[in-house]
């Protein structure tokens, strides 16, 4: 689908809050409303918006320890490791790479304590990874809500 700079205006406002109102996007970037509801209708079947969600602070719901752990995984045991890796209550992606890890996870848990239960009770107990590395995140400085529009 070609987008054209007022699909990119719209995107842009949504991005930074979903649910502001398509009289508030038309008055913004000068359209009616009718056309931002059409337009937004049409970026949503063509699947360019894939959703609307909540930005929920980690911390506030008991989650204040983040990190990302890099995981070299055993030649032909990919699909069962990834499988696995899902099936873990704190993680919160998973990034198939390039470079020394294959896989990079970023993980919740409450504190340090739930933390190593999460590596060494569950990943490191799984079968299908042959290394991994935890880096505790300390502060995240800048993170986008989603791709650059």
């Known amino acids: 689908m070609e987008l054209d700079e007022t699909d990119r ?8 809050d979903a649910r502001t109102p398509f009289s508030e996007i038309a008055r913004r970037i000068d359209m009616s409303s009718a056309t931002v509801h059409d337009r937004v209708g049409r970026l949503e079947d063509e699947g360019v918006i894939e959703g609307y969600h909540a930005s ?7 989650y204040g320890v983040s990190a990302l752990v890099g995981l070299r995984v055993e030649q032909g045991r990919e699909e069962d490791a990834l ?10 992606a998973i990034h198939l790479t390039t470079g020394e890890w294959d896989v990079i996870l970023r993980v919740a848990a409450a504190d340090t304590g739930r933390l190593r239960e999460l590596m060494f009770e569950r990943v490191a107990n799984m079968d299908g990874f ?3 590395q935890t880096m505790i995140v ?3 400085d800048y993170e986008e809500p989603g791709p650059p529009v």
């Open 9 to 16: 205006d719209i995107l842009r406002i949504l991005q930074a």
């Open 56 to 62: 929920i602070d980690p911390k506030a719901v008991g």
């Open 83 to 92: 499988d696995s890796l899902r099936a873990i209550d704190g993680v919160t």
């Open 130 to 132: 042959s290394r991994s």
């Open 138 to 140: 300390l502060g995240t």
